[in-house]
């Protein structure tokens, strides 16, 4: 009592705060959770007792069920209920009470106080998408409690979930979240239909798909209305008016659908709606395409929602319709490869050759996935066939019409490679790097160019002349300027590991202090290699010929010279890899005081001089942890004196 006085002083300040209605609603759950459990061990001793009395007193009469419940249980939460009614009102534009409050009320069964949760919050927030949903929810899954069981047992009305749904969306028009979610209502409910004619059919044997016009006996207005799924598709009509020029929002319709059974009725109505209204756009071709992938060989059934009775001596005729289903719906499916042709023929952009090409590859994925380790079926491999060809198809399109963009080039030239044409591949990425001024001005281009004709030819030299001619084309600001000079660097530095040369070692160095200079620019590029693992390489190099002032003066470059270590917001690889060059470093000053015979304490200073420059690169990057380890490296190896 001394407790609720005082949080109830606090709430009635001049100035409310809501840590004050936190604490006090925390306080009364403890209070709650303590009654509770006192009350189950009052009530387990209660028990115990009446067994051992009719146990001395040998009664084996049944004991009648008492009731254990009292007033008292209630009013613990009745009052958290009113807390949180008092912290709603005086904070309106919070929705965290509200959605709290009606957590607490799932928790403790009071389903009356839920729905005037939900009411109260849809007035005061009615552009909440998630509250209309909520709401809904609770509405049609329903809160009828079980006496047995301490869950929630079914039930909920259709009805007033239809109605917060439609009120939602007449406040929020074009709220995807709200459409897709009365879509599935809808489907929710005619499952719940068909499943309950399925129980009420428990002695037929067979089921049949109803259609209305072979149908001889009439169905009734109900039934007939949710066969052919007629309301999800009004739904699915309506909100494609108000949300017109979204594809992706059309293709989270069939995803939904995916997740009902004997939904193919409706997915076909939206593939048709995505190739009228989307003929020009990359992405609704493609989500054609992979619609024929994913219903490539199945037997749906097309024609019905809900399940009918038919005399088994109808069997064969049965048999014989679902077979014409079937050919039916393996006849309208076009091919993926097929809708893939017909779309770089009408829209012949860079954009949809890339997304062709790029479903293409994750179709032969798709079809060696479906192997499982097996080995491929001879079905599997004429269409990984199929598919190969369609690919050369597309490139001998790009190449014909003169469609060309940097990102096209580079994935052709992938393409003629994986299809085992070197030869061809260099000559189109050389065409296009030297005569196309977009793929000229593009560094991957360049680097495609450089591969590939180191992998034709078998002479990395020719790649090194090819990125120095890239250097020249690339201005130093350009970011694919760094992802240049990194690859020409580790060139380089493969040839010199073969074959020493004076003026190689020259060029490695001018563009080591190049990158240096470069250094603040963030990597953009897949595959990126950062500057210590540049360092790393190169200081291997140096000490392998024996150089220890070399590579003290490496190290030295990018630890003092350069403004490297003194940016933050290093990434996780950058920090790994520069863990290691710390590592190697410490390791050339060891191997050179042993064999070098280097001064002991000009060996000691530069010890402490990098165990203290890693701890403060650590340090200053959040690292704490590797700072401390360096820390203990140095108490432990150059105690002080």
Not at 203 to 224: F, M, Q, T, Y
Request: proline content about 3%.
């Amino acid at each position: 009592m001394s407790r609720r006085r005082e949080s109830e002083y606090l709430l009635r300040r001049r100035v409310a705060r809501k840590p004050d209605y936190v604490r006090y609603i925390e306080a009364e759950k403890n209070l709650e959770n303590l009654r509770s459990l006192r009350n189950k061990k009052a009530l387990a001793r209660k028990a115990a007792k009446e067994r051992e009395e009719r146990k001395s007193s040998n009664d084996e009469k049944p004991i009648k069920p008492k009731s254990n419940s009292s007033v008292g249980d209630a009013s613990i939460v009745q009052h958290i209920h009113l807390i949180y009614v008092r912290a709603t009102r005086k904070f309106k534009d919070d929705l965290s009470f509200h959605l709290q409050h009606a957590e607490f009320a799932k928790e403790k069964k009071s389903y009356t106080m839920l729905s005037k949760i939900y009411a109260e919050a849809l007035q005061i927030h009615p552009r909440n998408s998630g509250l209309w949903i909520e709401a809904a929810s609770h509405e049609y899954f329903g809160y009828i409690t079980n006496s047995k069981n301490a869950g929630m047992s079914g039930g909920g009305s259709i009805k007033s979930a239809r109605v917060l749904l439609q009120r939602g969306l007449r406040v929020n028009q074009t709220s995807q979240e709200l459409w897709l979610q009365s879509f599935c209502l809808e489907l929710h409910y005619i499952q719940k239909l068909r499943s309950r004619r399925e129980i009420l059919q428990l002695g037929l044997k067979r089921p049949k798909i109803v259609d209305i016009d072979d149908s001889d006996e009439e169905a009734s207005p109900i039934e007939s209305f949710y066969e052919d799924a007629k309301l999800p598709r009004i739904i699915y009509k309506n909100a494609i008016k108000s949300v017109p020029s979204d594809i992706l929002f059309r293709v989270k319709f069939i995803e939904q659908c995916k997740l009902f059974p004997q939904t193919q009725i409706v997915v076909d109505e939206i593939m048709t709606s995505i190739e009228e209204d989307f003929g020009e756009v990359e992405e609704a071709w493609i989500a054609r395409a992979r619609f024929a992938v994913e219903n490539d060989g199945e037997e749906s059934e097309r024609t019905g929602f809900l399940v009918s009775s038919q005399p088994e001596q109808d069997d064969d005729s049965q048999k014989k319709r679902k077979h014409n289903e079937i050919e039916k719906s393996k006849t309208v499916r076009d091919d993926a490869l097929q809708i893939l042709n017909e779309a770089t023929d009408s829209i012949q952009s860079p954009k949809m050759f890339m997304e062709a090409i790029s479903f293409a590859k994750s179709y032969i994925g798709h079809l060696c996935s479906n192997a499982d380790g097996e080995d491929l079926s001879p079905t599997t491999k004429r269409q990984i066939m199929d598919v190969g060809s369609f690919l050369k198809n597309i490139v001998r399109k790009v190449g014909d019409n003169d469609i060309i963009s940097p990102e096209l080039a580079v994935e052709c030239t992938t393409v003629l490679i994986e299809l085992g044409s070197p030869i061809n591949a260099l000559e189109y990425i050389e065409t296009a790097t030297t005569e196309n001024d977009h793929c000229r001005a593009s560094a991957q281009c360049w680097l495609t160019y450089a591969e590939t004709k180191a992998r034709v030819s078998g002479n990395p030299s020719l790649a090194c002349q090819i990125l120095r001619e890239a250097l020249k084309v690339i201005p130093l600001h350009d970011k694919g300027h760094k992802h240049l000079l990194s690859k020409l660097f580790l060139n380089l530095l493969a040839l010199s590991s073969t074959a020493e040369s004076t003026s190689r070692d020259k060029e490695l160095s001018s563009l080591y202090d190049k990158l240096l200079l470069i250094s603040h620019q963030k990597e953009e590029f897949v595959g990126a290699i950062s500057l210590p693992s540049l360092s790393l390489a190169y200081m291997k190099y140096v000490s392998s010929k024996g150089n220890a002032d070399l590579a003290r003066k490496i190290y030295n470059k990018i630890l003092v010279s350069s403004n490297y270590t003194k940016t933050l917001n290093k990434s996780d690889e950058e920090v790994v890899d520069m863990r290691t060059f710390f590592d190697q470093c410490i390791v050339v000053e060891k191997v050179a005081s042993k064999y070098g015979g280097m001064d002991a304490k000009l060996q000691r200073r530069q010890l402490i001089r990098l165990y203290d420059a890693a701890f403060q690169f650590f340090n200053e990057n959040g690292y704490h942890g590797i700072a401390d380890t360096f820390t203990r490296m140095k108490n432990k190896e150059l105690p002080a004196r």
